[in-house]
């Protein structure tokens, strides 16, 4: 056997107290327990096990001894094998194996002989699955992701009961040593996409990940200073549980309640499980409302200030848009200024305790912005299209994506202010080339619409029945595209 990685069990013992200290740790339990007749030590943290469970399976085994039968004690591997046979028991290899086990939540036992096991006996602390905050429906399953890697496995693996569903775990930092698993379906996931995932995974050289998949997500994209996310979340199973079965990889942090899912586009991020939970009209009504919302929350404040600031493009019809009261502060500066405000207005929002934050909304959003435009500080038109454009913004089911258009907009509304109609539309075209420019993991971010796919487009806009939907998006690569 390999698992004999001490020559006793008083060298483990000192092994044990070397790293985590003698009586230093309120947490970390070692001490000598009887298996029948057979003492061994074991160790483990107190706050990652089953307690309970621990209690009965060593209680019974403690009790009922062969010494008191006359049987002489054996050989300690076969003997612990025999007696001790527990469903979840494995055996490290080295020493370092055998220790980030204990640290991971497993019960560790070492024989007379220097035999080490662990036993799967992990009982991480949590939240039990509830609905995500920020994924509502309003039919369809309540249950989402919690912070425990081992329930949201679970979960996934509750909607798709295929052998073919993989789980690949990963220890990656040198000091957090953080659990992360790689998902996919192998007779459908990209083998080239998967290598990738693979590989940048193993390229991590850093001592945590405090963030968890936010950290994860830059350490794997390089991701710099790009406003626009390169990966889903997803806090759903379902949403997780769909995009595995057209071919896409999630990637599962432990202390994270959400999902990483690649690879995407931009179109990815503009979807919400609402549409599913409709019909296929209505569902195709939402969507197009909510791809109008994106538009309208990037290009309608700029539209606004081009027309406000030059009158001469104004048609007839629309002689009622711009800023009929004047103000000793100029009209660019007030959008800058109600922008600000309701970017502070959401931070609050976040720190504020939910008993308050109706109230805060109600102060911010009326007693002061009524005294703003009674005192000249805003024109009434500023702050009626920064509440429009606000909504619109909250429209937008992903929210790295809505932060991402806030900045696009700041750009366009820079350039229209220096330079008129020819920066409105420089912006946009600058925006646009960005855009086009974004390969994430090799896939174009504007894909179906760059490079053009007619029949990928139209289903990205229009939601199809569930019986027409045949085939697995062409930029996962999947095995098979054919879904049946």
């Known amino acids: 056997m390999t698992n004999r990685i001490f020559a006793s069990l008083e060298e483990a013992k000192e092994f044990l107290y070397s790293k985590f200290g003698k009586d230093e740790s309120f947490d970390v339990c070692i001490k000598e327990v009887h298996v029948k007749n057979l003492p061994v030590l074991c160790a483990y943290i107190s706050g990652l096990v089953d307690g309970a469970t621990l209690t009965v399976q060593l209680t019974p085994l403690y009790f009922d001894s062969d010494e008191k039968q006359g049987n002489p004690v054996k050989e300690d591997d076969t003997y612990f094998d025999n007696i001790f046979n527990f469903y979840g028991k494995s055996e490290p290899k080295d020493r370092d194996e055998f220790l980030l086990g204990i640290l991971s939540g497993q019960v560790g036992f070492v024989t007379r002989q220097g035999y080490a096991y662990l036993t799967e006996l992990r009982n991480y602390p949590g939240r039990q699955p509830e609905e995500p905050d920020n994924e509502k429906v309003i039919r369809g399953s309540r249950d989402g992701f919690a912070e425990n890697i081992m329930f949201n496995t679970a979960l996934i693996r509750r909607r798709i009961r295929s052998p073919e569903l993989r789980f690949e775990l990963y220890k990656i930092t040198s000091d957090g040593k953080t659990d992360v698993a790689i998902a996919y379906i192998k007779n459908i996931v990209n083998d080239h996409h998967l290598k990738w995932v693979k590989q940048r995974l193993e390229e991590i050289k850093h001592d945590g990940l405090t963030m968890a998949d936010k950290s994860l997500e830059e350490w794997l994209f390089k991701q710099r200073f790009h406003p626009v996310p390169f990966v889903r979340y997803s806090e759903r199973p379902d949403i997780v549980a769909a995009h595995l079965l057209e071919g896409h990889i999630a990637i599962i942090v432990d202390t994270s309640p959400s999902v ?86 959401r931070i609050a929002a976040i720190h504020t305790p939910t008993p308050l934050s109706t109230a805060m909304g109600l102060v911010a959003g009326v007693i002061i912005g009524q005294i703003a435009i ?49 920066g409105f539309f420089i912006g946009f075209f600058i925006i646009f080339s960005y855009f086009c420019a974004l390969r994430p993991m090799q896939i174009p971010y504007l894909w179906p619409l760059v490079p053009f796919f007619p029949k990928a487009f139209l289903r990205v806009f229009i939601r199809f029945p569930m019986a027409d939907d045949a085939l697995r998006p062409y930029i996962v690569g999947a095995k098979r595209r054919k879904r049946a």
Do not use: C
């Open 374 to 422: 009674d005192v000249g500080l805003f024109t009434p038109e500023v702050v009626l299209y920064s509440a429009v454009v606000a909504i619109f913004t909250f429209a937008i089911p992903t929210f790295e994506l809505s932060v991402s258009i806030k900045y696009f907009r700041f750009i366009v509304l820079v350039l229209t202010a220096l330079f008129g109609p020819s």
């Open 260 to 345: 990483i899912l690649l690879p995407i586009t931009i179109f990815h991020l503009m979807q919400h499980a609402e549409e599913y939970r409709q019909s296929p009209l209505v569902g195709s009504t939402v969507r197009l409302l909510r791809y109008s919302a994106i538009l309208l929350s990037l290009t309608l404040m700029p539209i606004w200030y081009l027309l406000a600031t030059h009158e001469e493009y104004l048609p007839d019809a629309l002689q009622f848009i711009g800023a009929r009261e004047k103000s000793n502060i100029p009209l660019l500066f007030q959008v800058f200024i109600a922008d600000l405000g309701l970017e502070y207005l």
